[in-house]
């Protein structure tokens, strides 16, 4: 009974693992990546954002930089350029934050 009840949990976990992921690599949030080109660094999303979202640039130590919210829009977003202009030689954290809660964090690094 303890065998078939250990293996009821475990395949509760694992389902719930699985839909956890799933749900996390369908949202738009997790599909965005820095690209920098010709002086210029932009979020770039591999799917439309539709959902307004949050961009926060921070500096190590977890002070926030620069923030910007981009309304929703049917057109969707592709991509943000991010204003480096002002910040100094270094890395810096990019975190983009969806209305949902969904959140992603990325490196930047400013040469």
């Known amino acids: 009974m303890k065998k078939l ?13 699985a839909a956890l992921a799933q749900e996390r690599a369908q949202h738009p949030i997790s599909s965005a990546h820095i690209v920098g080109m010709d002086g210029r660094i932009e979020l770039v999303f591999d799917e439309s954002m539709t959902e307004s979202f949050t961009l ?11 923030t910007q919210t981009h309304q929703s829009s049917d057109e969707g ?17 990019v ?9 992603k964090t990325l490196k930047l690094q400013r040469n």
């Open 5 to 17: 009840y250990a293996m009821l949990m475990l395949g509760f976990v694992l389902s719930c693992s």
């Open 56 to 66: 926060s640039v921070m500096d190590l130590t977890g002070k926030a930089i620069f």
């Open 77 to 93: 977003c592709q991509f943000v350029e991010i204003p480096v202009e002002h910040l100094k030689r270094g890395i810096y954290m």
């Open 95 to 103: 975190r983009v934050t969806g209305v949902d809660g969904k959140t």
